[in-house]
């Protein structure tokens, strides 16, 4: 996906964010925090997660769907991945 490279910087600082939060989970769990306080930090997550999957799912629609001058089988094959990748994710 190398149209993510004009995306990269504001990506890779959601991901740090995330795994900033996931360090704050470990160290809940480490120092015996409540289970509705990790409970609350897990769903933190899975939020922050899901709005990076949104991005993602959002920008590849864009590039290799919807994009104008591709191919049948461009779009046919940026589909299927996409399919594929939402099967997956909602398992």
Do not use: F, W, Y
């Amino acid at each position: 996906m190398s149209h993510l490279s004009s995306n990269k910087d504001p990506l890779l600082a959601r991901i740090r964010r995330i795994a900033g939060q996931i360090a704050a989970v470990e160290r809940a769990v480490a120092g015996d925090a409540g289970c509705a306080a990790v409970l609350h930090q897990v769903a933190g997550v899975r939020g922050a997660l899901d709005g990076l999957m949104d991005e993602l799912i959002a920008d590849h629609i864009r590039e290799h769907v919807a994009k104008p001058g591709l191919d049948d089988a461009a779009r046919t094959a940026g589909a299927d991945e996409l399919i594929t990748v939402i099967r997956r994710h909602a398992r």
